[in-house]
């Protein structure tokens, strides 16, 4: 199994900071890393596929970046809303993991 | 636009059977494009992949979970099942239905609202 390895843990940042959160992978998944954001109490949304492709509908201040094993999301101009958990997932191969999660905080 | 609806017993008994049901609207769940997926996430902790099923009823467990794992699909009801057997504390999860694109590699895009199952005596 593939394992997925985010960093920070957790992350507390002021509106308007940028936030940068990493993903490692165990091996070589090429870009078939994807994020998710998770808010209490609703299911995951997706922000970004493929390591760097964009979602309709998600802000423009998210973006992706990175293949192979590491990867990075990151929020420009972080906004009260953005308070929540982020997770990287691979689909490169079964069994498909995620990453622990990061939770971000908004002081 | 598709929905997805978990439904099920919230609180079930150490060593039984946890049993959800995924009610898909505005799509069918009877064509080849997609897997139908669970997932859940631990309380405080991450997500992680339980399996999927096909519509011909192929399905993908994940070995993690040793062989615990059902899911079978109705096509009439246009819905899908988990069923997780000799449950413990440790399978105390918001448990998510989800569909996933058979194209390569893609990610989940659309999810249900998710169910808390709590596994107590």
């Known amino acids: 199994e593939i394992v997925l390895t985010q960093s920070p843990e957790i992350q507390s940042v002021t509106p308007k900071e940028k936030v940068t959160i990493t993903c490692r992978a165990s091996?070589?998944?090429?870009?078939?890393l994807h994020w998710y954001q998770q808010k209490p109490g609703q299911s995951p949304r997706l922000l970004i596929k493929?390591?760097?492709q964009s979602i309709s509908g998600v802000p423009s201040r998210f973006s992706g970046s990175g293949s192979g094993t590491d990867f990075t999301l990151t929020i420009n101009s972080l906004e009260t809303e953005d308070a929540a958990a982020y997770y990287c997932?691979?689909?490169?191969?079964?069994?498909?993991?995620f990453g622990q999660g990061t939770k971000v905080e908004v002081k | 636009q598709v929905q997805l609806q978990e439904s099920g017993p919230r609180l079930v008994k150490p060593s039984q059977t946890l049993s959800l049901t995924c009610s898909v609207s505005?799509?069918?769940?009877?064509?080849?494009?997609?897997?139908w997926s669970w997932i859940r996430r631990h309380p405080g902790k991450g997500l992680e992949f339980i399996g999927y099923?096909?519509?011909?009823?192929?399905?993908y467990y994940n070995p993690s979970l040793k062989g615990r794992v059902t899911m079978s699909v109705d096509l009439s009801k246009n819905q899908f099942s988990l069923k997780l057997s000799s449950v413990t504390a440790a399978d105390t999860a918001a448990y998510y239905c989800?569909?996933?694109?058979?194209?390569?590699?893609?990610?989940?895009?659309?999810w249900g609202q998710g169910t808390l199952v709590t596994v107590s005596s």
């Open positions: 091996q070589s998944i090429d870009n078939d």
């Open positions: 505005g799509d069918s769940i009877n064509t080849d494009t997609y897997f």
């Open positions: 989800a569909r996933v694109d058979t194209a390569l590699s893609t990610p989940f895009h659309d």
């Open positions: 997932h691979q689909t490169y191969s079964l069994p498909w993991s």
């Open positions: 099923i096909y519509f011909t009823g192929d399905t």
């Open positions: 493929f390591a760097s």
